[in-house]
């Protein structure tokens, strides 16, 4: 590599300063039919760009000139003026092309909405014009979209369709582009052998187009496949194939893309091969400086960011770290001159790694700041409404989880190299509001809601109101985990003698016997667990007044009931109440309103829908109703659409629905049991949601027959994240469910001891948690400990 080095430097004397756009499917090329390549950006660049009217075939040339050199959002300005002018001149035909392409545009800008109406409006005039051919190729975009959005039904419906429609119109260049798109698809399900049919079945159509660059794609594509299915030998073949094709095509965008995916396969297979290494990296390399040439013929400047980024990368993988830090640097000045946010935050990061590596924490931290900001303007301008759906992605949620889980890791190492006379406190500061971002993209990734927290704004901070609440960070890194509490605002940490496996290990061990209620072989478990996460703070509790503990769980610590933590002599719940959040600025910080309180109870008996019937039920609505009054809806009055109806006609400030729900991994797989259906969190959130733009929100939801599968803390996420969700400031609620007759007792000494004026919700729950256990058959944690308090606990 270091004669790669030289080359590198050489080229780069020569090269411009470009910038370029993100590519998150790797090794996917996903055809267009303007002959570029739709690599699914995470971006949301903006286009509300003024474009000066001009007859609609000169806007389609300024689009296609602007689509040439990399400049997504004017390209996409100008074809959406172009179909206004062809749709004013009724000329259906160039606006069906117009709308098309703007759809395209807007793909590589990642405002996929915004591009599924374009396609979907462009596929209505295929219709009319009775074209198959345009029907095809509009179907085939239209599931490219979905591809992007993570809708893989919907996606291989177009394709398949759009696909059979291309056959009988015997449109070989479509037909290329949707087997090609429908490898992409089967590559994102892992479906490798799927994948890899559907690539040469397309790179002999492409062939029979005569259109190289779409052959070349299939080709790269098939490499890829090939590579994560483990059939290696054939790849440099494919790879070298693509290349000859490649050779063949004008520059474009696309051909410095399929060049750029082309390299990056290369680099791959370095660790595969690594006798070839030093052959493989040259091949890379060289790849790499093709790309970059054919961004300067097209004075591409995002394109050439991503080339100088990715090669960057390469250095960084050898360890070569100046050259890294030389390329890096390029490709981030590229991404500024372009205004591609979605492409500098990836140098920042990238920047972030090599100081790290290097043991510059301060310089990392500095460019992992960077990063941090960039993905901030990034959500800003989904806020605007410009890129509503991309940047709500998976996609987008992990990346920005990952940049904030690193940072922390980076300013807790610093704190820990603490100089004389150093105030590491606004370190352990930013730490603890860095992991309060990470949280929220927890909660938005698990419920698939982007706007979780849109009515979320907390001016004051929560563990200053309530100063004698002790709040405890679980953090686990890759190597360590540590704890950053919070004494009446007062931040400290704690490195633990425990890695994140152990812990995992205890923490799954101890919620399975603590289930287990004839035996008291969860007990050792509980100990440990209190040796390594309470007893650490011990002195510290111990020295001031502390009114309860509030966790902020992580990992699978979010699965387990701490106030069974045991010390030796006593449960932890019988020295403090406990609460739990999700994110501390989520947490709407208001003691519970005596006055006026209105209840909606809900609840289900009978067995319905194969789920056993609860038959304390009936008394524990009756119970509660006599505390606090207000409506029940039992059996068949509990259905989706009378609980929609009752929030909608009341402002009550509890709903306690009693019934089984399940919280999995995946909130697709939540839902609550109504008598008629199963509640989706979705729905719920819908109904009850609407407390949360009421001047009063919600005080409190209670489920008091809810479960979360043992050893999954996703499942365990979403029952933390419930009152978030539901727009509820608290919510009471299981971890798994309880026999019936104990929700009865607990769950109705709650309520009675939340009656009392100077009682709050958390004191309320360790009342009756120690009332419960107080009685022999109930002493056993698994009665009593699977009721959390979750988010508010004044």
């Given at each position: 590599m270091k004669m790669l080095s030289k080359i590198i430097r050489q080229q780069m004397r020569s090269a411009l300063f470009c910038p370029l756009a993100?590519?998150?499917?790797?090794?996917?090329?996903?055809?267009?039919?303007?002959?570029?390549?739709?690599?699914?950006?995470?971006?949301?660049?903006?286009?509300?760009?003024?474009?000066?009217?001009?007859?609609?075939?000169?806007?389609?040339?300024?689009?296609?000139?602007?689509?040439?050199?990399?400049?997504?959002?004017?390209?996409?300005?100008?074809?959406?003026?172009?179909?206004?002018?062809?749709?004013?001149?009724?000329?259906?035909?160039?606006?069906?092309?117009?709308?098309?392409?703007?759809?395209?545009?807007?793909?590589?800008?990642?405002?996929?909405?915004?591009a599924l109406k374009n396609m979907e409006a462009a596929l209505k005039l295929a219709g009319t014009l009775q074209d198959k051919g345009k029907t095809a190729k509009a179907l085939s975009a239209i599931g490219n979209i979905y591809l992007a959005l993570g809708d893989m039904p919907l996606s291989l419906q177009n394709l398949t369709d759009g696909l059979a429609l291309a056959r009988e119109a015997n449109a070989s260049r479509v037909v290329a582009v949707s087997l090609n798109n429908l490898g992409n698809l089967y590559l994102a399900q892992k479906k490798y052998d799927l994948a890899i049919t559907n690539y040469r079945e397309a790179e002999l159509a492409g062939t029979q187009a005569g259109n190289n660059l779409l052959t070349a794609q299939a080709l790269i594509n098939w490499a890829a496949a090939a590579w994560r299915a483990g059939?290696?030998?054939?790849?440099?073949?494919?790879?070298?194939?693509?290349?000859?094709?490649?050779?063949?095509?004008?520059?474009?965008?696309?051909?410095?893309?399929?060049?750029?995916?082309?390299?990056?396969?290369?680099?791959?297979?370095?660790?595969?091969?690594?006798?070839?290494?030093?052959?493989?990296?040259?091949?890379?390399?060289?790849t790499y400086n093709r790309a970059l040439a054919v961004t300067r013929s097209l004075n591409d400047q995002r394109t050439a960011s991503y080339v100088y980024g990715n090669l960057a990368k390469l250095y960084e993988n050898e360890e070569q770290y100046r050259e890294a830090l030389e390329l890096t640097r390029q490709a981030a000045f590229s991404a500024q001159r372009s205004n591609a946010p979605e492409a500098l935050y990836q140098w920042n990061w990238q920047n972030g790694r090599i100081f790290a590596k290097q043991g510059q924490l301060d310089a990392a931290i500095r460019s992992y700041r960077l990063a941090i900001l960039d993905l901030k303007s990034i959500r800003n301008e989904i806020s605007s409404g410009y890129a509503a759906v991309p940047c709500s992605s998976s996609a987008y949620r992990t990346t920005a989880?990952?940049?904030?889980?690193?940072?922390?890791?980076?300013?807790?190492?610093?704190?820990?190299?603490?100089?004389?006379?150093?105030?590491?406190?606004?370190?352990?500061?930013?730490?603890?509001?860095?992991?309060?971002?990470?949280?929220?993209?927890?909660?938005?990734?698990?419920?698939?809601?982007?706007?979780?927290?849109?009515?979320?704004?907390?001016?004051?901070?929560?563990?200053?109101?309530?100063?004698?609440?002790?709040?405890?960070?679980?953090?686990?890194?890759?190597?360590?985990?540590?704890?950053?509490?919070?004494?009446?605002?007062?931040?400290?940490?704690?490195?633990?003698?425990?890695?994140?496996?152990?812990?995992?290990?205890?923490?799954?061990i101890f919620r399975k016997t603590l289930m287990k209620r004839t035996s008291w072989e969860f007990l050792p478990h509980a100990q440990k667990l209190y040796d390594w996460l309470i007893r650490p703070l011990e002195n510290d509790l111990q020295a001031i007044p502390v009114d309860t503990l509030v966790f902020v769980?992580?990992?699978?610590?979010?699965?387990?009931?701490?106030?069974?933590?045991?010390?030796?002599?006593?449960?932890?719940?019988?020295?403090?109440?406990?609460?739990?959040?999700?994110?501390?600025?989520?947490?709407?910080?208001?003691?519970?309103?005596?006055?006026?309180?209105?209840?909606l109870a809900l609840g289900i008996t009978e067995p319905v829908q194969g789920f056993p019937g609860l038959p304390y039920v009936a008394d524990e609505l009756k119970a509660i109703r006599e505390i606090y009054g207000g409506e029940t809806l039992l059996n068949d009055q509990f259905s989706g659409s009378s609980l929609a109806e009752s929030l909608k006609k009341e402002p009550y400030s509890i709903v306690h629905i009693a019934s089984h729900g399940h919280f999995g991994n995946d909130v697709d797989n939540t839902f609550l049991l109504a008598f008629d259906e199963k509640l989706t969190m979705k729905r719920v959130g819908q109904y009850v949601g609407l407390y949360r733009f009421r001047e009063e929100p919600l005080d409190l939801?209670?489920?008091?027959?809810?479960?979360?599968?043992?050893?999954?803390?996703?499942?365990?996420?979403?029952?933390?994240?419930?009152?978030?969700?539901?727009?509820?400031?608290?919510?009471?609620?299981?971890?798994?469910?309880?026999?019936?007759?104990?929700?009865?007792?607990?769950?109705?000494?709650?309520?009675?001891?939340?009656?009392?004026?100077?009682?709050?919700?958390?004191?309320?729950?360790?009342?009756?948690?120690?009332?419960?256990?107080?009685?022999?058959?109930?002493?056993?944690?698994?009665?009593?400990?699977?009721?959390?308090?979750?988010?508010?606990?004044?």
């Open positions: 993100t590519i998150p499917y790797r090794h996917a090329l996903l055809s267009l039919f303007i002959g570029l390549t739709l690599l699914g950006t995470t971006a949301c660049v903006t286009s509300n760009r003024t474009v000066v009217q001009a007859p609609g075939p000169e806007l389609m040339e300024q689009g296609a000139t602007a689509f040439r050199q990399g400049r997504f959002g004017d390209a996409g300005a100008s074809f959406t003026a172009a179909n206004q002018w062809f749709k004013q001149h009724q000329d259906a035909e160039k606006q069906y092309e117009a709308l098309i392409s703007a759809g395209q545009a807007n793909c590589f800008t990642g405002m996929y909405r915004q059939y290696s030998d054939q790849i440099k073949q494919l790879l070298e194939r693509a290349e000859q094709h490649l050779n063949n095509c004008e520059d474009s965008t696309a051909k410095a893309y399929a060049l750029i995916n082309t390299a990056l396969i290369y680099a791959d297979l370095r660790t595969r091969f690594p006798k070839q290494a030093q052959e493989l990296s040259l091949a890379a390399v060289n989880k990952k940049i904030s889980s690193e940072l922390v890791d980076l300013l807790l190492q610093r704190a820990s190299r603490k100089q004389p006379d150093e105030d590491i406190e606004p370190l352990l500061i930013e730490a603890r509001d860095t992991l309060e971002i990470l949280k929220v993209y927890e909660l938005r990734e698990y419920f698939k809601d982007d706007c979780l927290d849109v009515a979320r704004n907390v001016e004051k901070k929560i563990d200053v109101i309530s100063k004698r609440a002790v709040i405890i960070y679980p953090v686990l890194l890759p190597d360590r985990v540590e704890l950053l509490v919070s004494f009446a605002g007062k931040l400290k940490r704690y490195t633990l003698p425990v890695g994140v496996d152990e812990l995992s290990q205890e923490a799954l769980p992580d990992g699978p610590l979010r699965s387990i009931p701490m106030s069974a933590l045991h010390d030796g002599k006593q449960f932890l719940i019988n020295r403090y109440p406990v609460a739990i959040t999700p994110s501390l600025i989520l947490t709407d910080p208001q003691p519970v309103k005596h006055d006026g309180t209105r209840l939801i209670t489920l008091s027959a809810c479960e979360t599968a043992v050893g999954d803390d996703r499942a365990a996420l979403g029952l933390a994240g419930v009152a978030v969700r539901a727009g509820a400031r608290s919510a009471l609620a299981t971890l798994w469910h309880v026999n019936d007759p104990v929700s009865y007792e607990l769950v109705v000494e709650f309520y009675r001891q939340l009656s009392s004026p100077e009682c709050s919700r958390a004191v309320a729950l360790q009342r009756a948690q120690i009332k419960l256990m107080k009685q022999e058959q109930y002493e056993h944690p698994g009665y009593w400990a699977p009721f959390l308090l979750i988010n508010n606990w004044l």
